[in-house]
């Protein structure tokens, strides 16, 4: 009887809960944003400055809107939040493009500012990504607070067993950020696994970037070390 209405109820992790706080996402993004106004000039696109002033303008927004918890799904906050996201994802991906070009025609001779920069740009990979992670999961950080999709994205160690942690447990942006991280470490996926198509793709995408990105940065700084 018990088990039936276990089963009635659905997962351990498909559940109604607080939601997550908003300000260290949006720390977060603040310095992303920094990062990407600090980038050489030669790195970043000629209007970098007031793109960098637009993220900030929609990150306030998206703070006003939503101050405090996210505890229900606000659409005007979902689109202004994937709005920041993809300015910031082109504004890094144009970064890494020109990275990438300067790299191949050998027109970087200092290691430091080499390293210094990619890896600016390899970190804002990671937290843009992470960002996608966690706004596309399903259907973002306010549906998951109200267990409005029953399948997930991403299956995280903690939603295959009841017994790996509370039943109070949920992920939030910090896990979607490691997920991110350890993906564009090692590569692949390591203990977070994509379920879906979209989210394989995006997993996909990142690990080839960070691959080239490093693969070329590194080499390229060991060559001019030599």
């Known amino acids: 009887m018990q088990s039936e209405e276990s089963a009635k109820a659905g ?13 260290p996402v949006a720390l977060v993004v603040l310095l992303v944003i920094s990062m990407q106004y600090l980038l050489p000039q030669k790195l970043s696109l000629s209007f970098q400055t007031p793109i ?19 505890s229900e799904h606000v659409m005007s906050a ?5 709005l920041l996201i993809a300015i910031m994802t082109l504004s890094n991906t144009a970064s890494a ?17 080499l390293l ?36 997930p994205d991403f299956m995280f160690p903690q939603m295959s067993d009841p017994l790996y942690a509370p ?20 590569f692949s996926p390591t203990d977070v696994m994509p379920l879906t198509r979209w989210a394989k793709m995006l997993m996909l995408v990142q ?3 960070a691959l080239l990105m490093v693969g070329l940065v590194i080499a390229r700084a060991v060559n001019i070390l030599h």
């Open 78 to 82: 979902r689109v202004l939040g994937v």
């Open 52 to 70: 960098c002033f637009v993220e900030a303008a929609l990150l306030l927004a998206v703070v006003i809107v939503n101050p405090k918890r996210i």
């Open 97 to 113: 493009v020109k990275l990438i070009d300067a790299i191949i025609a050998k027109g970087v001779t200092d290691a430091r500012s």
């Open 167 to 186: 039943h109070t447990w949920h992920p939030n942006f910090f896990d979607y950020l490691y997920t991110s991280f350890t993906n564009a470490s090692a």
């Open 207 to 209: 690990s080839m970037t």
């Open 11 to 23: 997962p351990h992790w498909h559940r109604p809960h607080m939601g997550e706080h908003r300000w």
């Open 116 to 151: 210094l920069s990619g890896g600016s740009i390899w970190l804002t990979n990671v937290v843009v990504f992470g960002l996608w992670y966690w706004e596309l999961d399903r259907g973002g950080p306010g549906k998951r607070a109200q267990a409005i999709h029953p399948f």
